[in-house]
C-alpha cells in the first residue's frame, strides 16, 4: 500500500490556469493525462520524484459526468470552489479492501492523447464523497512504467 496521487478538481473555465499555477508552485510542467471516458472527466498530470504524481482534473460536457461517481465528486468539488478532492492508495491486490467495504470495485480507464489506455480497478470513491479525509484505493492493471508516476517532472516529493 502507498500513496499514488493526489487530485485537485476544477471547473472547466479555470482548468488551465489552475494547471499552470499549480505547476508553477511545485516547479514542474504538467503534461496532458487524457480522457476518462466512464467517467466524463479529463485531466492534467505531474509525475513527481518518488513515484506519485499530482493529478488536476475536470468535468467534460458529457452525460457520464453526471452518472459516474468520480464526475459527480469532481462537478461538486469544482461547484464549491475548486480544490483539493482526495487522495489515492494503490495496493498490490485489491481484493482486501473489497472485502472490507463489502463490495467489488469499479473498472476505470483513462485514454492518453499517445492513445494507450491506463487501466486500473478502483474502491471507495463514495466514502470519500461521504468524508474527504479518507482515501480512495486503486490496483494498477498496466505495466509499473505505463503508469502517471513513471516519469517524474520535476525533482519535488
Not at 16 to 43: C, E, K, M, Y
Not at 126 to 139: G, H, K, N, R, V
Amino acid at each position: 500500500m502507498r500513496l499514488d496521487h493526489v487530485s485537485y478538481a476544477v471547473a472547466r473555465d479555470s482548468f488551465v490556469s489552475t494547471v499552470q499555477w499549480i505547476g508553477s508552485a511545485l516547479g514542474g510542467g504538467f503534461v496532458d493525462g487524457g480522457v476518462h471516458p466512464r467517467f466524463g472527466t479529463r485531466n492534467f498530470i505531474l509525475p513527481l520524484s518518488g513515484g506519485t504524481y499530482v493529478e488536476v482534473v475536470t468535468t467534460l460536457d458529457h452525460p457520464a459526468a453526471d452518472r459516474a461517481p468520480f464526475g459527480q465528486a469532481v462537478a461538486r468539488r469544482a461547484a464549491e470552489g475548486g480544490g483539493w478532492l482526495g487522495w489515492v492508495v494503490s495496493v498490490d491486490d485489491i481484493a482486501p479492501v473489497e472485502a472490507r467495504l463489502g463490495r467489488t470495485s469499479a473498472e476505470g480507464h483513462r485514454v492518453r492523447p499517445d492513445g494507450f489506455d491506463l487501466r486500473w480497478k478502483q474502491i471507495g470513491l463514495l466514502e470519500l464523497m461521504e468524508d474527504p479525509q479518507l482515501p480512495y484505493f486503486l490496483q494498477w492493471l498496466v505495466p509499473t512504467e505505463e503508469r502517471p508516476s513513471a516519469d517524474p517532472r520535476t525533482p519535488t516529493t
